[in-house]
């Protein structure tokens, strides 16, 4: 994936914005823990600045996940957006340095995307807001049906109500 910028490069203060919808490249695939559903749909705009070209980019992409409360799969969208500097240099980008460098007319956007959208994948995905999880005990599924355990706490916090807190030793 990559967009041309023989154009925007021929004056300060011009810009382009250009449509993608992309299948997933490899690369993608190898920074997500999931696998991808559908193509990803991009805006990218390109505006030349006079020392360097600002890329800005909103994307919605697809992965199927596990819901970390029922554990079900189910597919979600991921919103990402990325902003970036590239300036024209000879050279490989350096991590150091707070912009990426390219040469000529393209500018290839398939590593930054690729990080940019596993980094939005949220570490613990929720199929709604509403999902009940599995019972703690009996492992049901809440969503599906209920069950005859006792629970008195919401499963969401059983995690939580494992935690142990120190004794406090605190003479008064
Ligand atoms: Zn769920
Ligand atoms: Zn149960």
New binding site residues.
């Given amino acids: 994936m990559h967009i041309r910028v023989s154009d925007v490069k021929k004056w300060v203060g011009r810009q382009e914005t250009k449509h993608f919808t992309e299948e997933w490249p490899e690369l993608v695939q190898e920074r997500s823990p999931y696998p991808m559903r559908g193509a990803a749909e991009m805006d990218v705009t390109v505006r030349n600045v006079g020392r360097a070209l600002i890329v800005e980019l909103e994307g919605l992409g697809q992965v199927e996940v596990l819901c970390s409360r029922c554990l079900e799969p189910f597919v979600l969208a991921v919103p990402f957006s990325l902003t970036e500097e590239f300036r024209e240099e000879p050279g490989m980008s350096d991590p150091n340095e707070d912009f990426f460098r390219f040469q000529g007319d393209k500018v290839f956007l398939d590593e930054i995307v690729a990080d940019t959208f596993g980094a939005s994948i949220p570490y613990a995905p929720v199929c709604g807001d509403d999902c009940h999880g599995l ?6 599924n ?1 969503n599906r049906g209920s ?3 006792d ?1 008195p706490l919401d499963p969401r916090w059983t995690a939580l109500s494992r935690l142990k807190f120190p004794e406090d030793n605190s003479s008064s």
């Fill in positions: 019972c703690p005990t009996c492992g049901t809440l069950c005859h355990c629970n």
